[in-house]
């Protein structure tokens, strides 16, 4: 897909406006000098941020930190939210001692900046995820065996790009299509009944820390951020953020699941459809 936007699009901006794990953003920092690189979860603002953002950080206290969370032994660690929620369950109980523990020394922890914050919290949510009792996603967990205790600390890489202007945001894909002008958007929707906010609940969990009550089986919060694209609405809203678009090119992937058998893995626009908006 990066090559083909490169070939055939001209122009130094791109905005990524479904970024979700910002893989179309990282192919294009060589090739646009200003980005734009939007998604609506919270956990997906924040790991934008650590990657991305250019601003000041200590390497060295990261590590040293880092160092100390690694030998984090769970039988001295409290109970925590995330140990009284998850333990067991999405995680080991010694794994989800640790990862409350570290999220609530990420929040109270007074000697780091913004960015350092949010290189930590990022380095949580992606370890938190390689020891996680899933298939991939939140919606459930692996029940009926012993979770081994797999969570290991580790700190993400942050990328180098002090030479671009990159924004990053968490909005409204069609709310930001009213408010920008970019050469080249990249639209990648969501595509089916699954909504975002409720798959990766966890992890938007962990990220915002307000530590909301939990229900049902899979320890899910009240619904909210949710997105018109899982919904029969998705036909008209699409048609809205390509009608308010201000840019030179749109490029657009959709995932094709037509004939799932599952009604809700089934695709809410269809190939004709969005044909016909983008023929607009």
């Known amino acids: 897909i990066a090559d083909l936007i490169t070939e055939n699009c001209k122009g130094g901006s791109f905005c990524d406006i479904f970024a979700g794990t910002a893989i179309m953003s990282l192919q294009m920092i060589p090739h646009a000098d ?3 690189i939007n998604d609506f979860l919270f956990s997906n603002e924040v790991i934008y941020k650590a990657f991305f953002e250019q601003t000041a950080y200590d390497l060295n206290k990261l590590e040293r930190i880092k160092e100390d969370l690694c030998h984090l032994n769970p039988a001295n660690l409290p109970e925590n939210y995330a140990s009284e929620n998850y333990g067991g369950k999405f995680f080991s109980k010694n794994d ?8 609530e020394y990420i929040a109270e922890e007074q000697n780091l900046n913004t960015k350092e914050k949010n290189i930590l919290l990022a380095s ?18 692996i029940k009926g065996i012993d979770i081994p205790d797999s969570f290991s600390f580790d700190l993400i890489s942050p990328y ?26 990249y639209i990648d929707p969501p595509y089916n009944s699954r909504q975002y906010s409720r798959f990766y609940h966890v992890l938007e969990n962990i990220t915002t820390w307000k530590k909301p009550k939990l229900f049902g089986v899979a320890r899910k919060p009240e619904a909210e951020n949710m997105s018109e694209y899982c919904r029969n609405s998705a036909t008209k809203t699409f048609d809205d953020l390509i009608t308010s678009l201000n840019c030179r090119y749109v490029v657009v992937s959709y995932n094709n699941t037509y004939n799932s058998k599952s009604s809700s893995s089934k695709n809410k626009i269809s190939l004709e459809d969005i044909h016909t908006i983008l023929e607009k």
């Open 34 to 36: 200003e980005i734009f």
């Open 96 to 103: 989800a001692l640790k990862i409350g523990f570290i999220r």
């Open 124 to 141: 949580l949510l992606y370890s938190a995820d390689k020891a996680a009792n899933t298939v991939g996603h939140y919606d459930a967990y």
């Open 160 to 185: 180098k790009c002090a030479d671009k202007k990159i924004h990053i945001l968490r909005k409204d894909a069609n709310q930001l299509a009213k408010e920008i002008q970019c050469d080249t958007v």
